[in-house]
């Protein structure tokens, strides 16, 4: 089987759409549709295909030459002709793109089962179709370890146990859209204790994304569960821009950003009925509408109690807020080019 997955942020709560065909390889999968795809409108056909427009993808099917003998002269064929704004990487089992349409950036994939079945710590998550994460699942066994340890927040508090993984999927310009948004962790800290560990911290709070620095102020006193704040988050009138209320003791940090969100007004097509949110014991998330052109950002929390049931969904989701690449194994700091 050949999977195709289309990181965009004009698909939705998910901002990605998932394809299943029935080809052995990538290259079958070419190879049966070749002469359809070009024998007329490769743009139109593509969007039949798929259900959406792949920025570029058409480019391919309008060379007018003969369907590739093999993986060579596909990566040959993609070279010369697909039009790509940034990288295109191609193996024998897979074809991978970063590209752009002048708004954000966007990236694609075909891989077939027998590379996702190698390595699922890195597919699991771009495979995972519909936008509910399981809360089910008892731990496998051991400890999860994360392959690259995300940059911790907090220090962990005495006797803390756990850890719990914050992935804030977000952009605000084109140009680090994908592949710009590492993960970060709370050390010490399991999910049902994430509120009082956000109220808590003090510290270091220059070097936290605006978007945890927000969730912080809103977590009101003695609430334990994450999902009130996410969901007063979803009224905050402007991410992207430092909030200076935000920083500081957590009182007066709650009351400032309370009367920022009792003064939302909804711009720019945004819809805080249109966002979905969830919490289970030990993983939250949120699916953020922000305005009517991109649609959706998407927020993750979960802690080692859930990604030791999961491992290769968290080891993939870590994965997938800092790399473009599904199988770039460099370590990326913020400020570091993607893969």
Not at 88 to 112: G, I, K, N, P, Q
Not at 141 to 163: I, M, N
Not at 204 to 223: D, I, K, T
């Amino acid at each position: 089987m050949v999977f195709f997955i289309y990181r965009s942020f004009y698909e939705g709560p998910l901002s990605k759409l998932v394809r299943h065909f029935p080809d052995a390889t990538v290259l079958d999968w070419f190879r049966r549709v070749w002469d359809d795809a070009g024998a007329d409108d490769a743009y139109a056909w593509v969007e039949r295909e798929f259900g959406t427009n792949v920025y570029g993808l058409h480019t391919i099917f309008e060379s007018g030459l003969p369907a590739p003998e093999s993986m060579p002269e596909l990566r040959e064929l993609l070279e010369k002709h697909l039009y790509v704004e940034q990288e295109l990487r191609v193996d024998e089992h897979s074809v991978r793109v970063l590209t752009d349409d002048d708004e954000v950036d966007l990236a694609y994939f075909f891989v077939d089962d027998a590379l996702v079945a190698a390595e699922p710590d890195r597919w699991a998550y771009l495979l995972h179709e519909g936008w509910e994460l399981p809360f089910d699942g008892s731990p496998a066994g051991g400890v999860f370890v994360p392959p690259q340890p995300p940059a911790a927040l907090t220090s962990a508090p005495p006797g803390g146990e756990g850890v719990t993984y914050a992935v804030v999927l977000t952009f605000y310009a084109s140009g680090d859209s994908i592949g710009w948004c590492p993960p970060y962790s709370f050390p010490g800290v399991r999910l049902p204790r994430l509120a009082a560990a956000l109220r808590a911290s003090g510290d270091s709070l220059s070097e936290w994304p605006g978007e945890l620095l927000v969730l912080r102020a809103l977590v009101a006193p003695g609430e334990g569960e994450l999902r009130p704040a996410l969901e007063r988050c979803n009224r905050w009138p402007i991410f992207g821009e430092e909030a200076s209320e935000t920083f500081g003791a957590h009182a007066q940090a709650h009351e400032t950003a309370l009367r920022r969100v009792e003064a939302f007004e909804p711009a720019h097509g945004r819809d805080p009925e249109r966002t979905l949110i969830r919490q289970g014991e030990h993983v939250a998330q949120m699916s953020i509408h922000i305005d009517s052109f991109f649609g959706y950002q998407q927020w993750f929390f979960f802690d080692d109690v859930w990604a030791s049931a999961h491992p290769d969904l968290a080891t993939s989701l870590l994965h997938y807020g800092a790399h473009w690449d599904p199988r770039c194994s460099r370590g990326h700091g913020y400020y570091t080019d993607p893969c």
